[in-house]
């Protein structure tokens, strides 16, 4: 059974801190790693996606991904509490007709 | 702007009903999904299509059925309604390799 495993939080930072939110996975030929954000009462929203190992920034995120320990982490630096929402780690085998395989999620709570 | 589209928000159900959910997506996309997200239980795959006419089971496909006679159209199928079936219904499409998904807003489905 390929598995995403997430803490489920909470997740508790101040505002202007950095979040870490970490995910890892079973299934060694992953290729593609993703994370989406969730805002309660709406649907997923996809925000970072990344391929090889190392760093990826966009904006205030970087996704970080270390294949050899199975290892995805994002980071969220100078948090808002606009960015209070669950995180969706997801893992795809890289295949056509496969479909991705998505963790529990992790609820941050950005407190101002 | 792209755009999944499911055909209700809220829907409320009588046990032994037959309910169909419609998804309709605008993006030309190949594979499109149907989750169910339950609190605690994440986003769980319920059946996925890769092509028209095609169907593959997810995690959870007992008491579902789906259909895919049109490209952009993806329905999922309750054949007889249970209380265990009431959930948020999330309706997603991709690309070729069914990575990058786009959710419809959801449907709240709750059977009585």
Known sequence: QKEVEQNSGPLSVPEGAIASLNCTYSDRVSQSFFWYRQYSGKSPELIMSIYSNGDKEDGRFTAQLNKASQYVSLLIRDSQPSDSATYLCAVSSGQAGTALIFGKGTTLSVSS | ?112
Request: net charge neutral; with cysteine; charged share 25%.
């Open chain 2, 1 to 112: 702007d792209v755009k999944v589209t499911q055909s209700s928000r809220y829907l409320v159900k009588r046990t032994g009903e037959k309910v169909f959910l419609e998804c309709v997506q605008d993006m030309d996309h190949e594979n499109m999904f149907w989750y169910r997200q339950d609190p605690g239980l994440g986003l769980r795959l319920i059946y996925f299509s890769y092509d028209v006419k095609m169907k593959e089971k997810g995690d959870i496909p007992e008491g579902y059925s789906v259909s895919r006679e049109k490209k952009e159209r993806f329905s999922l199928i309750l054949e007889s309604a249970s209380t265990n079936q009431t959930s948020m219904y999330l309706c997603a499409s991709a690309g070729p390799l069914g990575e990058k998904l786009f959710f419809g807003s959801g449907t709240q489905l709750s059977v009585l």
